[in-house]
């Protein structure tokens, strides 16, 4: 039994939360059902519910509620209901007071450092940073302290090895001179410590990234993880919310189609190489329709694609047109399978090696 805070769950496993639309009620709903914790990502949840491209802002609030009351009556009590939302959303705080009043466990805030996060949520579910480094949790911690004397609930990081927006220079990533995820859980631990006396409590630190077997959980266990966060082995699950079409790609991707990407974001990224990744290479522009005002890094009148437009077109299952997201592991994922097939693969392992 995994202990965060005043919550329990039965599984050291947390689910990536994955946007546009991959993770949703269903994807989450059954991930919680297995004793872990699933999470709904925040990014444009509303995508497909009528009304959507006139008040993207309040229905992505009412989709977010929607898809946490669905998720929990899934769970049927099992597990932890989680939301991921961006810091980098223009809509953060909105995304944040939503998640509180549908209800959700916990809260996970990356793309971003989430200094504020306490301010809208404290008390109200579990906080987590996402994280990159010792430094960035140092800092983190120092602000909830001296703002909000709060303390994060756990902590989850995400190694060079992980999908979509990553927490690293672009440069450091194709050049592998970032640092290994064993040795960032390190420094988040000594950092950590600090505040584990101040208030109190154990903080619980998952790793995230690469994460693609049993074996590698209880390495990182061993090393003091309390679990792993994993998101692209979970694509491909007749439980996910995307297409078959998205979880086609997954399964029949090799390692030479995924490569680092620029996002509109600010960030750099991991997904496969696809027409759509190929012509931003090429053109260096894609024409945006509309603009949803969704990410605050990006400047309409500059950025080379609309990354809301691209992600919503890949998950609805033109994967030609659009961005796919995955971790360095999906080259390695090959047939389709249930979500308690692969949490309870990953467990048996775990159990084997520790």
Known sequence: MIQIQERLMKLPIIQGGMGVGISLSSLAGHVAKCGAMGVISAAHPGYNYEGFR???VGVNCQALKDHIHHAKEIAKGNGLIGVNIMVASQNYEAFVKASIEGGC????????LPLDLPKHAKGKALLAPIVSSGKAIKLIARVWDKRYQYTPDF???EGSEAGGHLGFKKEDLLAKTYQKLSDILSDVKKELKVWEEKYKKT?????AGGIDSGKKMAEFI???ATGVQIATPFIATYECDASQPFKDMIIQCSEEDIELV???AGLPGRAIVNDFVKKTRQTGDICMKNCLHCMIPCTPE????CISEALIQSVKGNV???LVFVGSQAARIHEMKHVDQVIQEYMDEMEENL
Not at 105 to 112: K, L, P, R, Y
Not at 302 to 305: G, L
């Open 222 to 224: 061993k090393l003091g």
């Open 302 to 305: 500059k950025t080379p694609y």
């Open 155 to 157: 902590v989850v990081i």
């Open 262 to 264: 620029s996002s509109p």
């Open 320 to 322: 030609q047109q659009g």
């Open 54 to 56: 006139k008040d993207p």
């Open 203 to 207: 903080i619980p630190v998952f790793v």
């Open 105 to 112: 466990d916990a809260i996970i805030s990356g793309a971003g």
